[in-house]
């Protein structure tokens, strides 16, 4: 599976867009974008997940790039409820086993 | 609320000793994974059960086993337990089918275990 890379770290005021970025430039054709949060001491929640095109649901938007080298995961408007750690997790589409958690992203939501 | 449940919520053990743990998977899901958490660092996976037997392993050693039974549910036993154990310890259910594929995770609450 390819490896993701994410920033460690990110601020965003309640209200306004969260845009997560997180880089993938190993992955292959038949590989998945999946995006999971966890919040303090809880399970990983799942969020969203898309192969090419981009992606919307009730809680979040999967932006991928054409190249697929990167995406971006958007919370349109961000609560305090959204502050956790949010991790990119890339995984073939035959695979379906281990999902392999990185570091993610501590995003903070502050009012 | 994903509908997966775990238990116990918490657990505190000594060096030495053996735990087991509980999950039930969601609803209609067939395949249970766990993962071990420690402070600070993201889940790592150990296992996978489907039609209960192991179908994949993450690189833990042997004293950590598993067990699914015919209603889908499993639990994950440890022996001989190490302070370094001491984790959040998840579990998580999807619908595996015999074809390898990926089908969303859904995780549960988690079990605390602390090992003193």
């Known amino acids: 599976d390819a490896k993701t890379t994410q920033p460690p770290s990110m601020d965003c005021a309640e209200g306004r867009a969260a845009n997560l970025p997180c880089n993938h430039s190993?992955?292959?054709?038949?590989?998945?974008v999946y995006w999971y949060r966890q919040i303090h001491s809880q399970g990983p929640q799942y969020i969203i997940h898309?192969?090419?095109n981009n992606e919307t649901n009730e809680m979040a938007s999967l932006i991928i790039t054409e190249d697929r080298k990167s995406s971006t995961l958007i919370l349109p408007h961000a609560t305090l409820r959204d502050t956790a750690v949010y991790y990119c997790?890339?995984?073939?589409?035959?695979?379906?086993?281990?999902?392999?958690f990185g570091k993610g992203t501590s995003l903070l939501v502050t009012p | 609320d994903a509908g997966v449940t775990q238990s116990p919520t918490h657990l505190i053990k000594t060096r030495g000793q053996q735990v087991t743990l509980r999950c039930s998977p969601k609803s209609g899901h067939d395949t249970v994974s766990w993962y071990q958490q420690a402070l600070g660092q993201g889940p790592q996976f150990i296992f996978q059960?489907?039609?209960?037997?192991?179908?994949q392993r993450g690189n833990f050693p042997d004293r950590f086993s598993g067990h699914q039974f015919p209603n889908y549910s499993s639990e994950l036993n440890v022996n001989a337990l190490l302070l370094g154990d001491s984790a959040l310890y998840l579990c998580?259910?999807?619908?595996?089918?015999?074809?390898?594929?990926?089908?969303?995770?859904?995780f549960g609450p988690g079990t605390r275990l602390t090992v003193l």
């Open positions: 898309g192969l090419k």
């Open positions: 190993t992955i292959s054709g038949n590989e998945y």
């Open positions: 998580a259910s999807s619908l595996g089918g015999r074809v390898r594929r990926t089908d969303t995770q859904y």
């Open positions: 997790i890339v995984q073939r589409s035959n695979s379906g086993y281990a999902l392999n």
């Open positions: 059960y489907y039609e209960e037997e192991e179908r």
